[in-house]
């Protein structure tokens, strides 16, 4: 089954996008941020939960080491008993900061799925506002107005709010490895057999305090995607993707390959990210395979996986009630670049997203 957004009264509006069309895409691009600080957190969540059983442990061996040392006071040297009850010590101050960082990310986790809500309604506002554009130019442009002030007070605010994230994630990773170092410090002299296992813990902090800023950061906006261009970020994050969520993956480029306009590519990358995502939480696939085709005039962009599938004439009609947002993300994309979205599915027949962009003639 094909569906498109595309109509033959849509062929026929002026060429430039509207306010509407701006704010609509302006909220998929929050959507999309707000998705990447949502699954940062996640990933913030779980890498805190396996720290914080670890230190549990460690704990629980601090604690039959105190045992042991109480038993035996008159028996070791004043240096061993400090050195076991400094241990607890440093463990449960580690403990703290990682139930500390937790509880941050839980509460920041449940912010932003909030936030998420609040776009819900202002999405089905501009929606109304689509529905009204044509009764009224005078009234539909005193609302576009105030939908857009709106919009672009949000988008500020949320631009704070990521900013404080991609902030208090990484500076609390550095207060954790300042901590451990502190740790390395005093072992340094007591116990330097100790120290050996903690330096293997303090690299193994900072390659993860390291990957947790990299992937914010691609999540937000690749720097290869400006650097190098869509081909190479794709390749880079389509083979990434695949050893995440342990899917075959494969990239094809039919054409020559070559840069195309910024925004193309920013978009471009954004509808394949939002697709291959869904093939993730929704597909249950076992294949995902992204082709390019690189034409003179224009370039089109086929996701395909093996997975379950779904109704695309139902999914189509209960779109904005059953708020889609990564249908609706990616629609929009699409039209702001004057181009089509195409997607074919059927239950258990998997699904095939197609997204086709004209490129400017030089």
């Known amino acids: 089954m094909k569906v498109s957004p595309a109509t033959a009264a849509q062929a026929d509006e002026p060429v430039g996008p509207s306010p509407l069309g701006n704010a609509r895409y302006l909220i998929g691009q929050l959507i999309a941020d707000l998705g990447a600080?949502?699954?940062?957190c996640e990933r913030g969540i779980a890498e805190c939960g396996r720290h914080r059983a670890q230190l549990r442990e460690r704990l629980e061996?601090?604690?039959?080491?105190?045992?042991?040392?109480?038993?035996?006071l008159t028996r070791l040297e004043p240096d061993d008993i400090e050195n076991a009850f400094r241990f607890a010590?440093?463990?449960r101050a580690e403990l703290a900061v990682v139930e500390e960082r937790l509880a941050q990310l839980s509460s920041r986790l449940g912010?932003?799925?909030?936030?998420?809500?609040?776009?819900r309604g202002i999405l089905g506002m501009l929606d109304q506002l689509a529905d009204i554009e044509v009764s009224s130019p005078a009234d539909g442009a005193a609302r576009f107005r105030s939908a857009s002030r709106q919009v672009f007070q949000i988008i500020e605010e949320e631009r704070m709010r990521i900013a404080r994230d991609m902030h208090d994630g990484p500076a609390q990773s550095m207060a954790n490895l300042v901590l451990q170092a502190e740790i390395l410090e005093r072992l340094l002299d007591r116990n330097p057999?100790?120290?050996?296992?903690?330096?293997?813990?303090?690299?193994?902090s900072v390659r993860n305090a390291l990957e947790e800023i990299r992937q914010l950061i691609f999540d937000l906006r690749p720097m290869t995607l400006d650097d190098l261009g869509l081909v190479p970020t794709l390749r880079k994050f389509i083979k990434e993707y695949g050893d995440r969520y342990g899917l075959a993956t494969r990239f094809n480029v039919v054409g020559q390959e070559r840069r195309l306009p910024g925004n193309t590519e920013g978009v471009l990358f954004r509808i394949i990210q939002e697709a291959l995502t869904n093939v993730h939480k929704h597909g249950r696939a076992k294949m995902a395979e992204v082709t390019m085709n690189l034409q003179p005039s224009r370039v089109s962009v086929v996701i395909k996986d093996d997975g379950q599938g779904f109704d695309v004439a139902r999914t189509e009609a209960n779109l904005?009630?059953?708020?889609?947002?990564?249908?609706?993300s990616m629609r929009e994309r699409a039209e702001l670049e004057k181009g089509t979205l195409e997607i074919r599915s059927q239950p258990g027949r998997g699904t095939e997203v197609k997204v086709e962009v004209p490129l400017a003639k030089h």
């Open 89 to 91: 010590a440093d463990q």
């Open 320 to 328: 904005h009630k059953n708020k889609n947002l990564g249908l609706l």
């Open 37 to 40: 600080v949502a699954a940062h």
């Open 111 to 119: 912010s932003v799925s909030q936030r998420l809500e609040e776009l």
């Open 61 to 72: 061996e601090a604690a039959v080491i105190r045992r042991h040392v109480l038993n035996n």
């Open 193 to 204: 057999k100790q120290l050996v296992t903690e330096l293997g813990e303090f690299k193994n």
